[in-house]
């Protein structure tokens, strides 16, 4: 079993940066398998891809967001880390991580989700 936990700031002020961490833990043979995901759900609207990193190493970023998003990943710690800068409200949210399969493209396992309000 797989599972997954993001962290970081709940309150993230307008034009700072956005910077999640999420941390997998369970069965490391079944996470080489997936794309290791962001996905955001701002309030009263649907899911929102933002991004996700490869076992490999690339990134493939959502156009809409791909100026001001970055995800690198620590393989030594087992996480993966969202960055989102010159955030605005509109980016208030909550975050998700997700592993997606490389071979279904379901999205397999997720985090709980994190609350993360953009505001002075």
């Known amino acids: 079993q797989v599972q997954l936990q993001e962290s970081g700031p709940g309150l993230v002020k307008p034009s700072q940066t956005l910077s999640l961490t999420c941390t997998v833990s369970g069965d490391s043979t079944t996470t080489l398998h997936y794309y290791w995901s962001w996905i955001r759900q701002p309030p009263g609207k649907g899911l929102e891809w933002i991004g996700f990193?490869?076992?490999?190493?690339?990134?493939y970023y959502s156009p809409s967001l791909k100026s001001r998003t970055s995800i690198s990943r620590d393989t030594s710690k087992n996480q993966f880390t969202l960055q989102l800068s010159s955030v605005t409200p509109e980016d208030t949210a909550v975050y998700y991580c997700?592993?997606?399969?490389?071979?279904?493209?379901?999205?397999?396992?997720w985090g709980q989700g994190t609350q993360v309000t953009v505001s002075t």
């Open positions: 997700a592993l997606r399969s490389w071979v279904t493209l379901r999205y397999d396992y």
């Open positions: 990193i490869a076992y490999s190493g690339s990134t």
